[in-house]
């Protein structure tokens, strides 16, 4: 429960410290008047071209391309379980070994810029996103909620929060 919390915190967080962007961003406003909100959502930019190319790819099974869109040296924070590239390319082997066919429904995607750097990695572009993977193989279906907040320096993402319930995958791998 408390990777979950923190999640949503850091997910928040990095909503609630945006900086307008003058035609590429939308202002959230609420009608309660004890509610005061402020940010922004870009909803169109190349980062979150870049996260929507990693996704196309994994749905089409094309670690190539997958790849290509991590520095070499990111670190996936998968649950809270932190790998490297290598490790979180096995899902290509996994779905392919077991015959697992994946179709991806997007929700919303959008990022955050920042105007100064963050003090311990020195971020200012995250990436977030929700999107339902379907996991089928043979009559076997499962569906498992993935949400996800990617870090992106440089035109590569150079770290990746994830947070999902494993086991829609357990069930079909078995």
């Known amino acids: 429960m408390k990777k979950i919390v923190l ?14 962007e003058d035609g590429a961003a939308a202002a959230t406003t609420s009608t309660d008047p004890s509610v005061v909100l402020a940010g922004v959502v870009i909803d169109t930019s190349a980062n979150v071209g870049l996260v929507m ?8 099974g094309d670690s190539a391309t997958y790849r290509s869109t991590y520095s070499p040296d990111v670190v996936f924070h998968d ?19 077991k ?5 991806i429904e997007m929700g919303p995607v959008w990022e955050n810029q920042f105007d100064k750097p963050s003090k311990k990695k020195g971020y200012t572009n995250y990436v977030m996103s929700k999107c339902k993977f379907i996991f089928t193989r043979g009559e076997k279906k499962s569906e498992m909620v993935v ?8 035109g590569k993402q150079v770290e990746e929060w994830l947070h999902y319930d494993r086991s829609a995958f357990v069930e079909i791998s078995k």
Request: hydrophobic share 55%; charged share 25%.
């Open 7 to 20: 999640l949503f915190v850091l997910a928040g967080s990095i909503f609630a410290c945006t900086k307008k």
């Open 53 to 60: 190319k990693a996704i196309t790819a994994i749905e089409a």
């Open 79 to 97: 649950n809270l379980d932190s790998m490297g590239i290598n490790e979180n390319m096995q899902m290509f082997k996994i779905m392919a070994e």
């Open 99 to 103: 015959g697992i066919k994946l179709k």
């Open 147 to 154: 949400f996800a907040v990617d870090a992106i320096r440089d």
